[in-house]
Structure formats: structure tokens, C-alpha cells
């Protein structure tokens, strides 16, 4: 069991409020890791920290960050305020979209309104380590794994229903075949029916693709029905 994603002792702050302390996260291929914790308790930050963003200034006050399955590297070390958290999200750019990718709360904000499915597919497999010898046919695979016709391809997002664009964002995710899929509270704004069949979609795809996915969630049921760990972050808001 390969260990693809370390956290440790994150801390994030701005001048007069702790807005994430001291967490710890580990994803491992083949698992699933979900955080919970109330509204405003910095689920999202942590996600975002995750993958080298760290958008609030300070930010970040302690921690390291590391992608053990790829390199050694502490990627935290040595940031410290605005400047050098700008100069992270450049480097880390490498790892976003091929080693680690995001699914956001809503599939409206993980796709382009002014591209069709099979474009921005063909972006997201472009991404991938080595590159891809025929784009066509793996933007067709992507479309299989999450269960959409071919005909997909060719409709812009707004011409999709929402749960097509909810599984058309998850085909853009993994096709990169990243490490680490993050999705980030997927159960945003769909009906429970529709929920249950986009987690177990995702966890489906995620594991046959060989990923260790990082959940975002504040659903218990969810979270006690999948994942393999749970980090629980408490309500923040102090100075």
C-alpha cells in the first residue's frame, strides 16, 4: 500500500484568527481519507493546502507537506507569508492536475461553460505523466468509466443535465490518472439519491484507477459508510 499524501501539524492563520491547528493527513492508494468537521472549521483550507494553495495571508504558520510515492520533499519548508506562498502555487503546479486533482462542491465550478466535455477531457488526459499516445480514445474510456454516452462529448456543460455534469466533472479529475483525487464535499446541492451514486461512482472509478482519494465531507453517514480513516477538524474562529 503505497502512501501518496502526508500532512503533518498544518496551521493556517490569519492576523487575528486560527483558522485551521494542527492537522494531520494521510492518503494511501486503494483508501479513502475523509475530513469532517463543521462549517467554517477550514475543511476547504486543508484541501487546498493539500495541493500546495495556500490563498490567506500569513497562512501558513507551521507544517509540511509532502507526496511520499514521488519524492521526499518537504514543500512547506521554508514558507512563510504571502511571497513565498505565491512562489508554492507556482511549483507545485507540476502536481496539480497529474500527481493530485481537485473535484470541487459544485461541477459548475470545475467546468469550462465555453468548451465541450471532449475538450476539456482531452486537456485533462494531456496532463498525464508520459502524455497519451491516443487522446481520442482514452477521452472515450473517461467517458465509460463514469457511465456517459459518447455523445457527451460533443455538448457544452450547459446543455447536461446536473448529474451528468456531476459525472463529467469526475471523468475530468481522474483522467489525468493522478495519485490523489480530492473531492470536496461532492454531496453539494444533489438529492440523496443522486448522492449516494455519485460517492460510490467516485470511490469506484478512484480504486480502479489505483488512487487514494481525500474526501471533504460533514455528512456522517457518508463518511462512516466509505472511508477507511477519518481526520475531524473542531470549529475554529479563535484568536
Known sequence: MSHLLELRDLCIRTPDRVLVEKVDVDVFQGEITAVMGPSGAGKSLTARACMGVLDVEPGLSAGSLRFPAHSDRDWFKGVRGGRAQRKLLKETRVMRGAYVTYSPQAASSALNP???????????????????SDVAAAVRACLEDVGLPLSASGGLPRELSGGMNQRAALAIAVAPLPKVLIADEPETGLDPVLTRQIIEL????????????LLISHHQDTVDRVADRVVHLPGRGHA
Not at 465541450?116 to 502524455?131: H, P
Open 202 to 213: 467516485m470511490i469506484s472509478v478512484a480504486k480502479d484507477k489505483g488512487c487514494g482519494m
Open 114 to 132: 465555453g468548451r465541450t466535455i471532449g475538450q476539456q477531457l482531452a486537456l485533462a488526459v494531456a496532463r498525464r505523466e508520459g502524455g497519451c
